[in-house]
C-alpha cells in the first residue's frame, strides 16, 4: 500500500507540475518588408536561446522571408521573472508583389517571378496567422519611412479588432532619416519603442515591454 501511496503521490506531483506551467505564447513578429523583422527575431533568439540559431536568413532584398517561420520556448528573463515565448517571423505584408522589383538586385526574370509567387503566398499565410494563430503582436516598422500606408492601417485596425496586445517598435533608429516621432504620431493609441535591432541599440527597454504586455 505503502508503494502505491508513493506512486501516486509522485503521478500527482507530476500532473500539478505539467498542468501548472502556461504554454508559450505565440508572439507574431508583424509589418511591412524590409522592416527588420527578421533581424529582430534572430536577435531575440540569439540573445535568450543556447544555441542562438538564426531564425531565417537577413536580406536588404524585399520578401527574403516568404515562409512564417517559428522558434519555440524563448524564455525571456526580466525583474526575476521569466516569460516564455514562441517567436513567429512572418513574410512582410503588403498590397501587391511585383516581380519587376526583383529584377531591380540583379534576379533573372524566372527567379524574380518564382519569388512574387512566394512572396504572395506568404502574405496570405501572415494574415492566416494573425487571424488563427497569435496570442500577440510585435509590429516592427522602419523608421527611416512614411508609417502613414494603407498596409499598415489596414495590419493594426485587424490586430485592434482582435482583441490582441500589440507592441509597436520604430526600428532602424540607427539611420540619420529615422523618426520616431513619425511612427507614434501615426498610431498615437498605441506605445511605440524605438531600437535598432542591427545594431542592438535600446534592447534592454524592448525585452522589458515584451515581458510587461505577453508576460
Known sequence: MGLLKNLRSSISRAASTLFSEEESKRIGIYGPPNAGKTTLANRIVRDWTEHGDAVGPESHIPHETRRARRKENVEIERDGKTVSIDVVDTPGVTTKVDYTEFLEHDMEEDDAVRRSREATEGVAEAMHWLREDVDGVIYVLDASTDPFTQVNTMLIGIIESQDLPVLILANKID?????????????????????????????????????????
Request: net charge negative; glycine share 4%.
Open 175 to 215: 539611420l540619420d532619416e529615422s523618426s520616431v516621432q513619425r511612427i507614434r504620431n501615426a498610431f498615437p493609441q498605441h506605445e511605440t519603442i524605438p531600437l535598432s535591432a542591427l545594431e542592438g541599440d535600446n534592447m534592454d527597454e524592448v525585452y522589458d515591454k515584451i515581458a510587461e504586455y505577453f508576460g
